[in-house]
C-alpha cells in the first residue's frame, strides 16, 4: 500500500513563505509524476506545480515566480517552496504522484491535503 503524507501548511502574512513537503512510502518500485494541487471554497481544483523523474517541472500562470517544485527521488519526496504568498493562495494543498508499484502496476495516488492560509 502506497500512502502520500504531507506537511509544511499553515498559517502566514502575505508577502511570506512555506514550505511544503510530500513523501511517499509503501511498496514502491518508482514514481514518474509528482504534482501540487490546491482547492480553495468556491474554487476548482487546480494544478499548481508539477515535476517529472527527469526534473521537468510545470506551473500554473497563477504561481510562477513565486513558487518552486522540486523533488528528492532517493528520499520518494516532492517539495513546493512558496514565496511572495498572496491571500488568494489560500487553499487545501493535495501532493499527487503517479506510483509504480512492486507489482510493476502504475497508480495515481493522493495525499490527505495541508491547509495553507495566508491572512492580509
Known amino acids: 500500500q502506497v500512502q502520500l503524507v504531507e506537511s509544511g501548511g499553515g498559517l502566514v502574512q502575505a508577502g511570506g513563505s512555506l514550505r511544503l513537503s510530500c513523501a511517499a512510502s509503501?511498496?514502491?518500485?518508482?514514481?514518474?509524476?509528482m504534482g501540487w494541487y490546491r482547492h480553495a471554497p468556491g474554487r476548482q481544483r487546480e494544478l499548481v506545480a508539477s515535476?517529472?523523474?527527469?526534473?521537468?517541472?510545470n506551473y500554473a500562470d497563477s504561481v510562477k515566480g513565486r513558487f518552486t517544485i522540486s523533488r528528492d527521488n532517493a528520499k520518494n519526496t516532492v517539495y513546493l517552496q512558496m514565496n511572495s504568498l498572496k491571500p488568494e493562495d489560500t487553499a487545501v494543498y493535495y501532493c499527487?504522484?503517479?506510483?509504480?508499484?512492486?507489482?510493476?502496476?502504475?497508480?495515481?495516488?493522493w495525499g490527505q491535503g495541508t491547509q495553507v492560509t495566508v491572512s492580509s
Open positions: 499527487n504522484a503517479d506510483v509504480q508499484g512492486d507489482n510493476y502496476y502504475w497508480l495515481n495516488h
Open positions: 515535476i517529472t523523474r527527469a526534473g521537468s517541472t
Open positions: 509503501g511498496s514502491i518500485f518508482g514514481i514518474n509524476f
